[in-house]
């Protein structure tokens, strides 16, 4: 049976402060919201009932959804923008939930989501749409998975709302929405939506890279393969080409982490042995340290060996690749190649390696 979700997530919009020019508005509170008063609003929200369209979509569709009996909520975490209607916002709903006797027991916070503004639109596209995936996935891995997790994506930009409704296909999880002439809320339905996790694999390092470097020259990557094109945001710089993953990129990666970990692990490996070395002797300075340290640090490894070198090989990573004929976990050293063995050699687990290993790796 599956469990009911404890933890939601809320995209906030203004939907409240924009009753400051609502003609139909009580006047006082009207008033509150012009002033941007805060305890001046939450005393006239008080005096509301939660489900008065006055109150904001926000309140109306949490009030709608803790009260019903398909939840058993324990966190709220209101997610708003990076602007100062946001954060007030944030406070006000944090403060108006956090009160109420009869959500007492539910923890309640806002999480400001960085570069998510309508100021600068380059940097909501590159930076605030991806940092709202990041904070999403990392609240769902906090509830303890996708499982645990509902999204009332009534709030927000247009943009904002149709991430998270992604997001939530890409999980599976519940998402709901309430237009303002809504008397209820509804739920998106399920959609046959289907990831390919092979284009992460062969390209876990670029991945890895590009998230936790911002962007990449066309210098640093070469041979780019075409299927990553839809992760990426790219721009001219001078001679030439600037590459960023995008939210859709950030999405991919969200949904690889959360999905695949419940279907393999990366358990120990029953019989281990120590890395193997060619008689070259021109292998890079610190390599076999390298290398040896990778197999001390990851008990699921069984061994590892060098393979040919790489010309084309930069820096330090790993991913899927063809060898001999079969799909193999291969790691790089500058040129310096090797081979990564581990027990289950399954596209999942061999991708799962590829991605712990790139994000562990620098550290």
């Not at 996790?197 to 670029?206: D, I, M, Q, R």
């Not at 930069?314 to 991913?319: E, S, V, W």
């Amino acid at each position: 049976m599956k469990p009911k979700p404890h933890t939601l997530l809320c995209t906030v919009g203004t939907s409240l402060l924009g009753h400051a020019k609502n003609p139909e508005a009580p006047e006082q509170l009207k008033q509150a919201l012009t002033n941007r008063r805060k305890q001046a609003i939450l005393d006239q929200l008080r005096l509301l009932e939660c489900t008065d369209r006055f109150c904001g979509a926000e309140i109306n569709t949490v009030t709608e959804l803790l009260n019903s009996d398909r939840y058993v909520l324990q966190r709220i975490v209101f997610l708003v923008s990076d602007t100062a209607e946001g954060t007030l916002s944030g406070q006000i709903l944090k403060e108006y939930f956090s009160e109420r006797r009869n959500f007492s027991g539910t923890a309640v916070e806002y999480d400001v989501v960085s570069g998510l503004q309508d100021g600068d639109p380059k940097r909501f596209k590159t930076k605030g749409l991806p940092n709202l995936v990041r904070k999403i996935g990392d609240h769902i891995q906090t509830a303890g998975g996708p499982e645990f997790v509902a999204i009332d994506a009534t709030g927000g930009y247009k943009a904002q709302i149709a991430i998270a409704v992604l997001i939530g296909q890409a999980l599976d999880l519940p998402v709901f929405y309430k237009h303002e002439r809504f008397d209820a809320i509804i739920d998106f339905p399920p959609m046959p939506i289907s990831l390919d996790f092979s284009v992460l694999a062969e390209n876990a390092h670029l991945l890895v890279a590009l998230e936790r470097e911002g962007t990449l020259t066309s210098d640093e990557i070469s041979g780019l393969d075409p299927k990553l094109r839809v992760f990426l945001n790219e721009e001219p710089c001078d001679d030439k080409v600037l590459y960023e993953l995008n939210a859709v990129g950030q999405i991919y990666l969200t949904a690889f982490r959360q999905r695949v970990p419940r279907r393999v692990k990366l358990d120990p490996a029953e019989s281990r042995k120590v890395p193997t070395f060619g008689n070259d002797h021109h292998y890079p300075a610190g390599f076999k340290n390298f290398v040896n340290k990778i197999w001390n640090l990851n008990p699921w490894i069984e061994t590892m060996h060098t393979i040919p070198f790489d010309p084309s090989a930069k820096k330090i990573g790993f991913a899927v690749k063809p060898f001999n004929g079969e799909r193999a976990l291969i790691g790089w050293f500058e040129h310096a190649c090797f081979r990564v063995i581990i027990p289950d050699k399954s596209l999942d687990s061999l991708a799962l390696a590829a991605d712990t290993l790139n994000r562990n790796c620098q550290q």
